[in-house]
Structure formats: C-alpha cells, structure tokens
C-alpha cells in the first residue's frame, strides 16, 4: 500500500493546507518518509460535516451489513500484512513479536464486536405493553431501545499504534455502536494509521456505506485536535493519553453550547499488593514477574505497575533484593519518543531526591538514543502516604516498592491513592483473612482486581472492564476494553404508542431482528416467539 502523506477524508485523499511534519524513528531520532500535510481547522469541517451526513444511513445499518463491514475492516488490516509491522516498528522501537500481537488484538476485537451487532443485545430492547383495562389508570404501549449518539471523535493512543489507534478500541466499539468515527491520528505514528486508514476506507466503500463513516485527519493537538472536541458535530470523544491532555479535552467538551462526554484513559499507577504468605514461596519467581510487568513495553503500559506494597522484615527484604537483582540484569528499551523520554528522566529524578526514597536497583541503557536504564526505587509507606510527588506516573519502566507494617498501613496507603485501572493482590490462603478488608476500599479506587496475577496483558472479552476512578479515566461508570465498550456511543429512546409502522425495526411486534428482548420485565429469547400484550 502506498503511504500519501494526506489525510483520509470521507473516502478521498486530502493535502493538508497546514505544516508539515515526519514520523520519526525513536531509535535513530531521524525522520521518516513520506512528510505528513497536516489539516486547517477550515478543513477539518469536511471530516465532521461528512460523518454528520453518514449518521442517519449508518446508525440504522441491519445487524447482518453492520457486522460483515467490521469484519472486513479486521480482513483489511491482516491483508496489509509485514508492511504494517515494519512500518509500526520504525515508527515506534516496539519489536515485531510485541507488534504482531497488537495487531491480532485489533482484528480480534473488531470480529468480537461484529458478533455483539449479530446478537444485538446492546440494543437494549424494553417492551411494556399497553394494559388498556388497569384502574385506576391505563398504561401506554412503551417501548425503549439504545441508539448511537453521533459522529465520535477518536484520538490515537501513542503507546499501541494498533489496539489503541486507528482501528482500534475505541474506534471499534464506536463503530459497532453505529457512530461514524473521525480519527485524529498520533503524530508519532502517522504511517501506521494511514495504512490502518486506508483500510478502514476500503471496507467502507466496498460495503457501499456512505463515505463520511471514518475519516483520518492529521494536525496538531492543541489546535486541530481541540477544534475537533469542539466542532458541534461531534457528539462524543474517545481518548487515551496524558492526564494534562485528557483534561484539556474535557474542558473544551463541557464548554460546548452543547457540552458531550469524553472518555478519556488517563494516568495510573496500578498498585501491587504483596501478603506475608506470598512470600513462603519462590521469592526470586515473584521479584521476576514483578520486573518484568515493570519493564515490558519499556513500561509504556498503562498498565504497569507503578507500585508494589511489601512487608517490613526479613521475607520483605528478600524481595527488595531479589527486585534489586532482577532489574540489574535488565537493559533499556527503545521508547516511543524523545519526549516520553524526556518526562521519564524528570519523573524519575523528582523520585529518587525525594526524601526517604532510595534506589533499589537499576539495569543498563540500551542500545538507542532512547533507551535509558529502567529503575526501581524504595521508600517506607509513611513517607508513601506524606508525600503526593511519590503518587505521580511515570509512563516508563519505573516503580517504587513500598514497606508497610500491618493491615491498617495497607487500608490507610489504599485509601489515600487516586483512582487507578487495577490493583493487584499476592497473597496465600492463610492472607484471606487479612486481604478481605482491602477488598471494600480497592472496589472504590480501581476498575479491576487481581488475585496472585499481574495488570499487564488486558484480556478482550465481555467481562473485562478497563477504567476506573479519576484520573485513571474521566468516567468510572464504562470500560475501554472488551464489549462493554459499545455503551459509551449509545442513549436510550422511550417510544410511546407508536403505531407499528412507525416504530423502529427493532421495536417491532414480529421482531424482524431476531433479538432478545424484555418484555413486561421478563427476558424473551430471540428464538422464542412471543405475543406483544398485556
């Protein structure tokens, strides 16, 4: 597939009228081919006014086109084949294994929610028919579905140029919702989204959609991306990123004449929770899961954890010499950007001068120009729970290891976090007793809890959820990752004595979905025929 350097708007190539700008190889720091156009703001309204203009069509798709157009997409990204991981691995420094992985996430996820258009319980169907004789008063025929909100705009996640970019989570679940998708890409990836683009394009104009469903624009954040959050035409936001950043789209949302949710993934530190019993066994094992979720990805996870709670004495300082161990024998990894980079270095020495906290080891630089040596650092959970700069992330292969002395020091550090995405719990049968009141205070903080496992590696599926408390997101109430996602892009429409020939498909008496639905409060299968009355 040939790179443009345009952006993709409603189906058509478009030169942007603004800057220019390059993909850079982090692990050269040398700019890449071809040089991207970047959009005007005047431009950008092409994008929202076509995906205005694809809602109605889209946001009424039968189940059966909607879903074989999201599989198309997914057969599109795979058809691109070692082009897309070459190109993400210049763009990025993240090897192909981890790539390739990425990218069978995306089609996954994509193939996943075409089975939940198929199903079609998102749809959310409530049937209340009329009980015309009830005294003292009759009861109108009341009938509720979810249907999409609007043209979303999506930004593009610099940490997975796949899973969270231009196809990916939130681009698919807001598809899948019914709502046309303008994608603003990361500018540290641009060809990469361009060839995902690209087909995402295709699979539109061979499904015969209209072309305002996706649309691909490039510009700079502060500009084109804030006009975008702005652009009355866009009626939600999806994002990943900085919390500086997730904040300011927030702003610009709730500003609007008609303000619009944004859901943004922000920052998080992902505790770790180590019992006494958890270490009876192969302490040098658990020091090594430990730095290895600390350093995958060169820590540009937004899972990582950030910090590991561990007892005081003997079994505890094994640990933190096993951690010690363990880091040292770990080189740097190429990351994302000089600027991560950057904000990793000034993360990292506010860290190690705070007071109390010492270094508990540290590995090598790596081979590139962008590959420092990943530290981990310790401190006592007093100074922990004192001194907030000991809270902040660092996006990269960083952590702090924290003692604590009892139950209560556990409960009082948990208690003082910011909303996070996971907390993660080491223990032995004998801890139950122990870990059950941290149960109560983590359910407040975090969006998902972890037995004897690690945050890294976020299964796709019905049951995950990937949010959380501010600042880990900006809505604790969804989920970035797995099919709860759709419900982010979708509302609720109470119908009342519709006559059947007005009443949307889904709605009708005869079902001609075939869905499940809730009929006077009872679940009716879609394989079971059932009357619509009183």
Not at 457 to 472: I, L, N, S, T, Y
Request: glycine share 10%.
């Amino acid at each position: 597939m040939n790179l443009t350097g345009h952006s993709l708007i409603a189906g058509r190539t478009v030169d942007g009228e603004g800057k220019t700008t390059f993909g850079l190889n982090p692990a050269t720091n040398r700019p890449l081919e071809p040089a991207y156009t970047l959009l005007t703001e005047e431009q950008l309204t092409t994008a929202t006014r076509a995906a205005a203009e694809a809602f109605a069509s889209f946001s009424t798709l039968d189940p059966e086109t909607h879903a074989a157009f999201l599989e198309a997409v997914a057969d599109n990204i795979e058809a691109i084949g070692d082009e897309l991981i070459t190109r993400a691995g210049q763009e990025t420094g993240l090897p192909a294994g981890r790539l390739t992985g990425e990218r069978a996430r995306t089609t996954g996820q994509l193939r996943l929610f075409a089975a939940v258009v198929r199903q079609g319980d998102f749809r959310g169907v409530r049937i209340d028919p009329a009980l015309p004789d009830r005294a003292p008063l009759p009861r109108a025929d009341i009938r509720q579905r979810q249907i999409p909100l609007g043209p979303v705009a999506v930004f593009g996640a610099s940490n997975f140029p796949l899973a969270f970019s231009t196809a990916g989570g939130d681009t698919a679940s807001a598809l899948a919702a019914g709502c046309p998708v303008v994608f603003k890409a990361h500018n540290a990836h641009p060809g990469t989204s361009e060839l995902v683009g690209q087909a995402i394009t295709k699979a539109v104009r061979d499904h015969g959609l209209h072309p305002g469903v996706f649309s691909l624009i490039y510009g700079p954040g502060s500009s084109i991306g804030q006009a975008l959050v702005a652009d009355p035409a866009i009626k939600a936001v999806g994002f990943t990123g900085s919390q500086s950043a997730g904040i300011a789209l927030m702003r610009t949302a709730a500003a609007r004449p008609e303000p619009i949710p944004v859901y943004a993934e922000m920052s998080s530190l992902n505790p770790v929770f180590v019992f006494e019993g958890a270490l009876k066994g192969d302490i040098d094992a658990l020091a090594q899961q430990y730095v290895t979720a600390v350093t995958g990805s060169s820590g540009q996870l937004c899972t990582s954890p950030g910090l590991l709670f561990a007892p005081t004495g003997e079994a505890g300082d094994k640990l933190a010499a096993a951690v010690g161990r363990a880091i040292a024998a770990c080189p740097g990894q190429t990351m994302l950007t000089e600027g991560i980079v950057n904000s990793w270095k000034a993360g990292t020495k506010a860290l190690s001068t705070a007071a109390g906290v010492e270094l508990i080891g540290q590995g090598t630089p790596g081979p590139t120009e962008n590959a420092p040596a990943p530290a981990i650092f310790g401190t006592e959970v007093e100074q922990f729970t004192a001194n907030h700069v000991l809270h902040e992330e660092i996006f990269g292969a960083a952590s702090l290891v924290i003692r604590y002395t009892s139950t209560g020091d556990l409960l009082q550090a948990a208690a003082g976090i910011e909303g996070q995405l996971t907390a993660s719990l080491h223990l032995a049968e004998e801890d139950y007793p122990t870990a059950a009141p941290l149960i109560p205070v983590l359910e407040q903080k975090v969006g998902r809890i972890i037995v004897n496992g690690w945050p890294t590696g976020v299964e796709v599926g019905h049951a995950m959820v990937h949010g959380g408390p501010f600042p880990a997101t900006s809505d604790s109430r969804t989920t970035s990752v797995g099919t709860l996602a759709i419900n982010r892009f979708l509302r609720p429409v109470a119908y009342q004595n519709l006559p059947q020939e007005l009443l949307p498909a889904p709605l009708q008496d005869d079902n001609p979905w075939h869905l499940n639905r809730h009929i006077n409060g009872d679940v009716v299968p879609a394989a079971e025929k059932a009357e619509v009355s009183a």
